[in-house]
């Protein structure tokens, strides 16, 4: 059984950081595209950054360029988010999602993913 648990969230100020772990149980991270998702209230799931499979190619929304950091530790089965400089419009519930495909590649489209944590929530409030 897959199952991938996020933890890190929490209450930080604006300007603080972050890091959140996805721990993925039950499938084998390294051959495969890992996405980080975020969704506030009212809005529709958005893509963050995401890290390839097979090339290691990492991208990021626009949005967190040069405040995010996505790294994947292939021996503790896990993927990180470390977020930096965080702004009260980072305030939502984030998610991480493993595309099941072998050697699969990033992808902003939330239907390339099969396998989703339960979320963890961000809130970036003074």
């Known amino acids: 059984q897959v199952q991938l648990v996020e933890s890190g969230g929490g209450l930080v100020q604006p300007g603080g950081s972050l890091r959140l772990s996805c721990a993925a149980s039950?499938?084998?991270?390294?051959?495969?595209?890992i996405g980080w998702f975020r969704q506030a209230p009212g809005k529709e799931r958005e893509g963050v950054s995401c890290i390839s499979s097979s090339t290691g190619h990492i991208d990021y929304a626009d949005s967190v360029k040069g405040r995010f950091t996505i790294s994947r530790d292939n021996v503790e089965n896990t993927v990180y988010l470390q977020m930096n400089s965080l702004k009260p419009e980072d305030t939502a519930v984030y998610y991480c999602?493993?595309?099941?495909?072998?050697?699969?590649?990033?992808?902003?489209?939330?239907?390339?993913?099969?396998?989703w944590g339960q979320g963890t929530q961000v809130t970036v409030s003074s």
């Open positions: 039950g499938f084998t991270l390294d051959y495969h595209a």
């Open positions: 999602a493993i595309d099941r495909g072998y050697g699969s590649s990033c992808s902003w489209s939330v239907y390339e993913y099969d396998y």
